[in-house]
Each structure stands twice: as structure tokens, then as C-alpha cells.
């Protein structure tokens, strides 16, 4: 077996430069990626918690085979004694790196590694190296460790959501009435409130932690052996129940669902080597948690423009500004939500590839492509999360310019309204003799807003909308009848009914805890 390059080799050729060692060239500090870096997400996700899952996932399996009498209660302490956290940097997570590529996983070396420990803790104790991995292949391992890594990110990320949503819910309600213009194509549309707009946000929100449950829930253990018979712990059962070690009614199905408890993961009714199913329901669930997040961001993006000024993310010292401009304050919170909104797509297909190219019993590279874009999903996902939970909960809405954007367009932001009530009268009344108006009232109203909107635009002269209407419409329509119709506030349909729905349906989500 040729030996691993040693992390002195690596820096040699990967920089030329002698001052930087092979941690500070192979550690990731998260320079390159703002949105998830300093998170908990990220340090659930490291490379030294990936290795601790994977040393647990061992010890356990082995502290289940000694509840069952086919290893000792002593062997089971010394796997227990090297799956201590406390001992973790004990390992060499470069070294392990680099060992890795002779068999193309880290388990291979990292098991090495944990028998010569276990081994060490309990000297006087034989077969404690063999006690280890009973039954097991590299695959088991790293596919369960990498299922309870994503349960614990998952968790955060499930109360960030939590707190996002309890916080829209409390916005929404107080800006259920609160008039606002709605925009379509990037345009004036319609009054609404920004109760709704918020409450839209929530709801995005707890859809998609409903179904990031929904995933963590299912997430199943992987135990198959080498080809997925589980054919060497079948042998193993088999042996200890002829020494009379193993009660009868204990075979291998009753070990794996063992230990899917003690890990707190599903106990499928098989194998998934290459059913990656499991892989992406999770993936997917956590792209949605980044695309709620992402809608959120976008808004905030646009409305915290200057020539709109709605709304303003929180107010940090230090955060947002511009060492060339000073007068900025760049609304990094929703850039960074955003960029992660953009890239979690692109990493989604990868594991959809991989789960796609997944052949026969071992998926040759398809399985290894998965790792990373599942952990860089868990990580944007886990600072999407945490980065939006800061942004809703310190958001700075402001009502008086949401008013003045509302009013901009003027009376003909409420057009439509006036089509379906006005149109019947101007039809009724006629067109007055030699005006030149066109008969129907739907082409007559259309006609006064045209005329309304080349005075606006300087093109000619001409008189204000309410004038034109008010001088074409007939006495019935009294003056103050016609002001509340042309009143934008006034046209805002069922938009506070619709924030008490939206709030009473997921308002339980921000208030349901899992512990």
C-alpha cells in the first residue's frame, strides 16, 4: 500500500508559499461563503463533528452488540472511551484527509485510528480492536453518521425558522391594515397591506420547515454489509447464537432497529446503498428552506432602495458600510440570503445527479459526489435560516413612505375597481354631443385615464384624473362617494382577512417545539 502524502507534501505543491501550513491550507473558515460562516449550522457540519458522528455511529453499534452478549461490556467501554468528544482532537483530521484517498472514504483510516485507541484504553482487554465494525461496511457508517449529522443541523435550522416565523406573525398581525402598493411584472399594481406581504413571508417560511420535518423525521439508519445482504452480520448472529451467546429471538433486523433507537434515526425495512431517496428528500427540503428565504431577502432588497425606502434591515454597528461610499448602508443580511438563494439550486441537482447515476450495489462516485453538495446544503440552508431569523426580527418598516409609494400612481392605481363600478354609469350617461369620446364606458373611462396620464407625462395640457372623471360622470355620484372610490386604502379586497387565515393556519409552527 503506498504511503499518504503528508500535509507537508500537499502545501508544497498546492502554493509555494512557505509560510502557510497544510491547516491553514486545507482548514475552511468560511471566507468565501458570509451567509452560513460563524453559524451553528457550520460547526454541526465540520469536518471534526462529521468524524466525531462517525466514531459514535461505531461505539454505539458496538455498545448494542454487547447488550446482546456477542461483545463484552469492556470492549464496548474502550469504543465508547475513543468516541469521546473530549478526545477528538486526539485525531488528525488532515492526516485522515490524506489517508482517505488511498481507499476512497475517511472511515477506512478513521476506523484504523479508533481501534488503535479503543486498544489503548483498554489494554488488558483482548479482541477490543475486532469488536469494532462487526458486520459493518465503510458505507453503514458514513451514510448513518452523515443521517444523525443532518438530523442535528437540521434542528437549528428548524428553530431559526421557528423564530423567523413567530416574528412575521407578530408583524403580519400588527401591519394587517397597514396600506402599502402592491407590484407586479416590477410595477404599481393594486393597493394591498404589508400585513400581507409578511404574511406571504411566514407562510413561505413554515411550509418549508413543515417539510424540512417532514424529511428529518424519515431519516433512516444504513446498514447493508458490502453488497447490502447483510450477509457478514447474518454470519456473525448465526455464530454467537451456535455459542449460545445470542438469544434466539435476536437476529439482525433486531440489532439495526437497536441501534436506529440509540441514534435516534428510522430503522428502514432494508438497505438504501443506492436508493438515495432518503439523500434527496432531505436535499430538497433544504432547498426550499433557502428559496422561503430567498423570496424574503429579494423583497427587502427592493424595498430598502432609496427611491422606495419601505423597509430597512437592522441597524448594526459596523455592518453595512462602504469603505469607498460612507453614506451606504448596504443591506449585506438580505445579499448574503440572496447569494445562498442563487447557489442552492445548482448544489440540489448535484445530489439529484448523484442519486440519478447511483448504480448497482456501491454507486461508484456518485455516492462520493453527494457528500459535499449535501453539507454545503445544510450549511446555506443553516445560514439562510439563521441570517433571515436577525433580518424579520430587527426589520425597519417604514409606513410613511409605504403610503407615499401608494399614493404615487394616484386614483388610477384603482382602476380596476373603477372599470367594474363606474364603467356602467359613463355607458348610461353617453358621451356629451361633439366631445368625441368614444360610447361604451369601459372605452370612455380608458380614454380619461389616457388623457390623465399625458398630462402627468407633460405631454399636453390637461387636467387631473378625479377632474376628467368627476366632469363625466353624472349627479348620482356624489363627491365624497367618488373620493372613497378613488381612495387606494379603500381597495385593499380581503387582504386583512386573508393575514388572520394565513396567521391562524401557521402561526402553530413558530409555537410547536420539538424537545
Not at 507534501?9 to 473558515?29: F, K, M, R, V, W
Not at 391562524?504 to 424537545?515: C, D, G, L, P, Q
Request: charged letters at 20%.
Amino acid at each position: 500500500m503506498s504511503t499518504p502524502a503528508s500535509p507537508s507534501d500537499h502545501q508544497a505543491a498546492a502554493s509555494g508559499s512557505p509560510g502557510l501550513s497544510g491547516l491553514a491550507l486545507e482548514a475552511d473558515a468560511g471566507l468565501l461563503d458570509p451567509l452560513s460562516s460563524g453559524t451553528t449550522a457550520v460547526v454541526q457540519s465540520s469536518d471534526a463533528n462529521y468524524l466525531l458522528h462517525l466514531l459514535q455511529v461505531e461505539a454505539s453499534w458496538t455498545a448494542v452488540l454487547a447488550e446482546h452478549g456477542m461483545v463484552t461490556d469492556a470492549q464496548a467501554e474502550a469504543a465508547a472511551e475513543a468516541a469521546d468528544p473530549r478526545h477528538l482532537a486526539d485525531y488528525d483530521l488532515i492526516g485522515l484527509a490524506h489517508a482517505g484517498q488511498n481507499g476512497g472514504n475517511v472511515l477506512i483510516p478513521a476506523l484504523k485510528a479508533m481501534r488503535t485507541r479503543a486498544a489503548q484504553a483498554a489494554p488488558a482487554e483482548p479482541g477490543v480492536s475486532s469488536a469494532l465494525h462487526v458486520g459493518a461496511t465503510s458505507q453503514d457508517i458514513m451514510d448513518t453518521a452523515m443521517m444523525r449529522m443532518a438530523a442535528q443541523v437540521t434542528g437549528t435550522i428548524l428553530a431559526d425558522l421557528r423564530a423567523a416565523v413567530g416574528t412575521l406573525v407578530d408583524l403580519a398581525t400588527e401591519h394587517r391594515a397597514t396600506p402599502m402598493v402592491a407590484r407586479s411584472l416590477a410595477q404599481h399594481s393594486l393597493p394591498s397591506t404589508f400585513g400581507l406581504r409578511a404574511a406571504g413571508w411566514m407562510s413561505g417560511l413554515a411550509q418549508a420547515g413543515r417539510r424540512l420535518e417532514e424529511a428529518t423525521v424519515e431519516l433512516p439508519i444504513q446498514w447493508g454489509g458490502a453488497a447490502g445482504t447483510m450477509a457478514a452480520l447474518s454470519g456473525r448472529v448465526a455464530k454467537a447464537r451456535a455459542a449460545g451467546t445470542l438469544d434466539a429471538g435476536t437476529d439482525a433486523f433486531t440489532l439495526v432497529e437497536d441501534l436506529a433507537q440509540r441514534l435516534g434515526l428510522q430503522a428502514p425495512a432494508g438497505p438504501w446503498q443506492t436508493n438515495r431517496m432518503p439523500i434527496t428528500g432531505l436535499a430538497a427540503a433544504l432547498a426550499d428552506v433557502v428559496a422561503a428565504c430567498g423570496k424574503i431577502a429579494n423583497d427587502v432588497l427592493i424595498s430598502a432602495r432609496i427611491e422606495n425606502g419601505e423597509l430597512g434591515e437592522p441597524l448594526v454597528a459596523g455592518r453595512g458600510g462602504s469603505s469607498a461610499m460612507p453614506h451606504k448602508q448596504n443591506p449585506v443580511l438580505s445579499v448574503m440570503i440572496h447569494a445562498g438563494a442563487l447557489g442552492a439550486p445548482g448544489t440540489l441537482a448535484q445530489v439529484l445527479t448523484a442519486a440519478g447515476a447511483a448504480n448497482e450495489e456501491r454507486p461508484d462516485g456518485a455516492w462520493h459526489a453527494e457528500w459535499p453538495a449535501l453539507r454545503q446544503l445544510m450549511r446555506t440552508a443553516g445560514g439562510a435560516a439563521a441570517r433571515t431569523a436577525e433580518l424579520v426580527s430587527g426589520l425597519r418598516v417604514n409606513t410613511d413612505r409605504m403610503a407615499e409609494n401608494l399614493n404615487r400612481v394616484g386614483p388610477l392605481l384603482v382602476s380596476e375597481r373603477l372599470m367594474a363600478e363606474l364603467a356602467p354609469l359613463l355607458e348610461e350617461s353617453g358621451p356629451e354631443p361633439g366631445s368625441g369620446q368614444a360610447g361604451s364606458g369601459k372605452e370612455r373611462l380608458q380614454e380619461i385615464v389616457d388623457r390623465s396620464l399625458d398630462a402627468q407625462h407633460g405631454q399636453h395640457q390637461g387636467s387631473d384624473f378625479r377632474t376628467l372623471l368627476r366632469a363625466a360622470l353624472p349627479d348620482t355620484v356624489s363627491d365624497a362617494e367618488l373620493d372613497g372610490l378613488l381612495d387606494p386604502a379603500n381597495y385593499t379586497g380581503e387582504a386583512t382577512t386573508l393575514v388572520d387565515r394565513l396567521v391562524a393556519e401557521y402561526r402553530n409552527f413558530a409555537e410547536w417545539s420539538t424537545t
